[in-house]
DNA sequence: CTGAAAGCGCTAACAT
DNA sequence: ATGTTAGCGCTTTCAG
């Protein structure tokens, strides 16, 4: 019996278009290519001899061909800031997620807290012809968003500002800072610092305002000398404890602007042998992942980061014209741990 | 004065082609497409003409044509495990810069640390025609791997696998679970427990063969009660941790085999009231950003990642034929920091 | 140095 | 239900 070669592996490396395999299945080009997209009708016995010569061949279609045909891409671009974060890195996942049932690809790029950089990474993402856009936050002007908001359809959170093909995602910030501060002056704190998030950011600004709205509630005047600027890393949240702790300004409770802040806060009190939660309280923003294995665990306000994508994604799914399953975006939680007790005078 | 639109912003939404720019310049479209891509000297006045029309136009070069006619896509794949994770996503970043220089745009997919879904990932990539491909930590079987290297190069990390379009990037993980044990010996502890990684795993399985070598060196016998599973998780990590200090064995320090597992281990130390390192030394590995702010901050292997990402992506881009530089792979190396210290007996 | 013309692989009228 | 055919927008011989 001779031996026969393995043609069921195609040794030469040309490569396989639609039209062999049409050749192949003894069919025209349509029929393969609506067997491929399920556009019409076709016999049953030629639906086999195209799947046959398909998996024979190993064919795939280039997607190439089709985008340049169709105009359609099947990629939705993600503007993110910095990939590295743990809090943007949820954010793309759900909006993963979001996606896994229409076909399409996320195309990630991100910016670097910049208008500047964020616009050309934008004008990337165009370049590429992605379906759809989702914005996570940035610093680009409206007019930018605006503009690209006339290729395709646009979803940006963090922002009001909507228009004929941009909708945006908004969770309320004040309310979760107000969340966090009613928490600590129900606990009887009434000296209660905030180690506040970058200037002139919406989400840093919203949870300073839920802080201030609390203390108008409880009638607590709060002191300002105790409000101190952060930048929303664990570095920042470092620093700024050590400002707070060398001003002598007495304290007994921290609201940080995020997680990481507080992360670095903690560290701060720590080596000063500030003890938490028996000497000074703590709350966080965000509820990261690790944040219920800092010791003690931290108290924080639950952003729903990663609903937040997979909301991003199906809203744009859906301005894309696909049926997309709608999900409710879950409203902001404080997640009581350890790190905050009653205020022991 | 009639009042003129603004025929700077075409109004229309037709795209504008390469066509056009040729017309409006008035030169053929060959020529538009040389300057575009720098293939051939064209007359200063004629360059001029083009360029004008372009910015005029706003033209955009449809890359779906371009791809379709040279093959090249411009675009390389990674498949990551997880883009949650704080690990892996530092390591996107590194390939994200690695790549900037030439041009390319990372497409991101992830696995679920499972071989199968790994595959299924791998091929939406090479359906999208990647240039070339990056595995970041995979469980497929060799022979998935060398399959898609003979589409396209891939460089894979963690895998001893060489071939004619396939590299491989690989560190040195039982030479860092040696430093980390090295330490702690020297350290005076004898008594040094081990809460492992995901059985099976290449770079968990180094890590403990680090730790057995070290302690041989020192011609100390470990106890394999000392020995217990952990997954890799701050979850997995506490509940080691746990069931460590439930078996009534005592120990003096803990070797865990990622920062991840630290952080549990040192949640349920805490809880315990056992005291780090007063009572028990730690030592995680990867070196996270986050774990020099852990309280106290965690002595741990750094484990150069987002080097390993650049790396990838350079070493990817010189397979590919682009002029890449050299980058160099810094060694492990141990971070030394405040969760160990001499063994008080 | 520049232009004309032939496709890259696929889809979508338009016929049949 | 299926085939024929004309492009999608770009690059690239091949002439001139």
């Known amino acids: 019996m001779p031996l026969t070669p393995d043609t069921a592996t195609p040794l030469s490396n040309e490569p396989v278009t639609l039209l062999e395999v049409a050749r192949v299945a003894g069919v025209s080009p349509s029929t393969v290519s609506r067997i491929l997209n399920g556009t019409a009708k076709v016999a049953p016995a030629k639906r086999e001899a195209v799947e046959s010569a398909i998996a024979q061949l190993k064919f795939?279609?280039?997607?190439?061909?089709?985008?340049?045909?169709?105009?359609?891409?099947?990629?939705?671009?993600?503007?993110?800031?910095?990939?590295?974060?743990?809090?943007?890195?949820?954010?793309?996942?759900?909006?993963?997620?979001?996606?896994?049932?229409?076909?399409?690809?996320?195309?990630?790029?991100?910016?670097?807290?910049?208008?500047?950089?964020?616009v050309a990474s934008l004008k990337l993402l165009t370049s590429r012809?992605?379906?759809?856009?989702?914005?996570?936050?940035?610093?680009?002007?409206?007019?930018?968003?605006?503009?690209?908001?006339?290729q395709q359809p646009v979803v940006i959170t963090e922002r009001d500002l909507e228009g004929p093909n941009l909708r945006s995602?908004?969770?309320?910030?004040?309310?979760?800072?107000?969340?966090?501060?009613?928490?600590?002056?129900?606990?009887?704190?009434?000296?209660?610092?905030?180690?506040?998030?970058?200037?002139?950011?919406?989400?840093?600004?919203?949870?300073?305002?839920?802080?201030?709205?609390?203390h108008t509630e409880a009638r607590v005047e709060p002191d300002p000398r105790l409000l101190v600027r952060g930048n929303f890393t664990d570095?920042?949240?470092?620093?700024?404890?050590?400002?707070?702790?060398?001003?002598?300004?007495?304290?007994?409770?921290?609201?940080?602007?995020?997680?990481?802040?507080?992360l670095g806060a903690r560290l701060a009190l720590y080596q000063r042998g500030i003890r938490v939660p028996e000497d000074v309280s703590l709350v966080g923003f965000d509820?990261?992942?690790?944040?219920?294995?800092?010791?003690?665990?931290?108290?924080?306000?639950?952003?729903?980061v990663y609903e937040v994508g997979l909301y991003a994604a199906r809203m744009l799914l859906d301005m894309m014209g696909y049926p997309a399953e709608a999900v409710q975006l879950p409203p902001l939680e404080l997640m009581v741990r350890e790190t905050t007790r009653k205020c022991q005078p």
Chains 1, 2 share one sequence.
């Open 287 to 304: 509820d990261m992942p690790t944040s219920s294995f800092m010791t003690p665990p931290l108290t924080s306000v639950r952003q729903p």
């Open 169 to 214: 995602i908004h969770v309320d910030q004040k309310f979760g800072g107000y969340l966090a501060t009613r928490h600590l002056l129900a606990l009887g704190h009434t000296r209660i610092a905030h180690i506040a998030g970058v200037e002139n950011r919406a989400d840093a600004q919203g949870r300073y305002l839920g802080y201030l709205e609390a």
């Open 129 to 150: 012809r992605v379906d759809g856009v989702i914005i996570l936050t940035s610093d680009i002007a409206d007019s930018d968003v605006l503009d690209v908001a006339k």
């Open 235 to 262: 570095k920042g949240g470092y620093a700024a404890a050590q400002r707070l702790m060398d001003s002598g300004v007495p304290f007994t409770a921290i609201f940080c602007a995020n997680d990481d802040t507080a």
């Open 60 to 118: 795939r279609p280039n997607i190439f061909a089709r985008s340049l045909k169709t105009g359609i891409t099947m990629t939705v671009g993600v503007l993110t800031q910095s990939i590295e974060s743990q809090f943007y890195s949820r954010a793309l996942k759900g909006i993963e997620v979001g996606l896994e049932a229409s076909g399409h690809s996320p195309i990630i790029v991100s910016g670097h807290w910049n208008a500047q950089t964020d």
